[in-house]
């Protein structure tokens, strides 16, 4: 991910703390599943160590594995889009420790204070624009005759 979709890069320290203010720390196993594509976003999670992959559903083939996260990197962004529901699913390929953060809490402080809410819309575009590049040259490279022609 690039330097501008980290956490740390994303948001001023004084939004950071604000937004770190409603986390809490969880851990997943190996092979978790984190969120399914389709189902209701109601959380999101900030990576502190480990990987997640993100992956895409591909009608009668295995789910497509669009992109790995690490640390400092966002996991999710459907909670903040109306109607609320994941575009991808995450996986954990490693152990992962994470920040998670409840959604409605963190829309609500986003209403609640105009600059950080643009802040964290901001932040949150640039990663649907990056994760959006990614599953396009994922998705060439699995499934076009002559990939993406990235080199």
């Known amino acids: 991910m690039t330097s501008t979709t980290t956490l740390a890069a994303a948001l001023p320290a004084e939004h950071r703390a604000r ?4 986390a809490h ?27 997640v ?7 009668g083939r295995q789910a497509a594995v669009i992109e790995s ?15 609320y529901v994941w575009q991808l699913g995450a996986e954990a390929a490693s152990p992962v420790r994470a920040y ?3 959604a409605e809490a963190v829309r609500k402080l986003c209403d609640e204070n105009p ?11 640039r990663v649907v624009a990056h994760r959006l590049q990614s599953a396009r040259i994922r998705l060439l490279d699995l499934y076009a005759p002559y990939g993406s022609g990235a080199k």
């Open 19 to 22: 937004l770190m203010s409603l």
């Open 25 to 51: 720390e969880v851990s997943f196993d190996v092979g978790t599943r984190l969120f399914e594509e389709g189902r209701h976003a109601d959380r999101f999670w900030i990576i502190k160590t480990g990987t």
């Open 53 to 59: 992959a993100l992956d895409l559903h591909v009608p």
């Open 69 to 83: 996260l690490g640390h400092g990197e966002l996991v999710g962004w459907s909670w903040h889009f109306t109607p």
């Open 100 to 102: 998670e953060f409840d």
């Open 115 to 125: 600059e950080f809410g643009r802040a964290v819309a901001v932040w949150v575009g």
